[in-house]
Each structure stands twice: as C-alpha cells, then as structure tokens.
Nanobody, 124 residues
Framework: QVQLVESGGGLVQAGGSLKLSCAAS????????MGWFRQAPGKEREFVAS????????YYADSAKGRFTISRDNAKNTVYLQMNSLKAEDTAVYYC?????????????????WGQGTQVTVSS
C-alpha cells in the first residue's frame, strides 16, 4: 500500500519548463514501478512515462520522448517528471501512479495506486 501526492503543476508558457513531484508514503517505495499519466478534458487518460524499480530504466510516450525526463529518489520516496519544451498540447491533469506488477506497464489498468493529480496548463 502506498499513498501518492503530486505537486509542482501550474501555468507555464509554451517552450518553458516545469518539474512535477510525487511524494509517496511508506517504506517500500523502491519496490514500486512508478508512472506518470495525464488526462486532458474530454480525452482518455494516457501514459506519459514510467521508471522501473530496479535499474531505473525509463520508458516514454512518443509525445514525451526527448522533452520529458522521469526520475526517482528512493531516499526521499519521490518520483519526478521534468518537463521541458512544453507545448500547448501538454495541458492536462498529471497523475502519478504506482504498481508492484512487473513489466513495462504503459496502461492505466496496470497501476493500482494513484495520486490526486496536479494541473499543468501550457499557454501559447
């Protein structure tokens, strides 16, 4: 069991940067694969990035690759999403998620624990 709380969202102009944080409770944070998803109004929640519990290997949606970086600090029980070169289409509520299941896990249903979300708005 883990509780997740996102922070760091806000308003930023296109081309700018923003860093999201997701603080997790518990003492077994490093056992979880962590993911970031986002959901824009009227759209389904979509995968953004994930990071493994072992090697820290990362996976990105095509829309995020080259611009976003997911990382984790197990000592702080925190996962981050550094977002650079932001575009208007990045506007969404961003959620962090955790799973004990093994694999790449790019699908929403593969995650068991979710944060409340943080709003990211990118203006043109």
């Amino acid at each position: 069991q883990v509780q997740l709380v996102e922070s760091g969202g806000g308003l930023v102009q296109a081309g700018g940067s923003l860093k999201l944080s997701c603080a997790a409770s518990g003492r077994t944070f490093n056992n979880y694969r962590m993911g970031w998803f986002r959901q824009a109004p009227g759209k389904e929640r979509e995968f953004v990035a994930s990071i493994s519990r072992n090697t820290g290997s990362t996976y990105y949606a095509d829309s995020a690759k080259g611009r976003f970086t997911i990382s984790r600090d197990n000592a702080k029980n925190t996962v981050y999403l550094q977002m650079n070169s932001l575009k208007a289409e990045d506007t969404a509520v961003y959620y962090c998620a955790a799973t004990l299941r093994l694999g790449v896990h790019r699908e929403e249903h593969q995650y068991d624990y979710w944060g409340q979300g943080t709003q990211v708005t990118v203006s043109s």
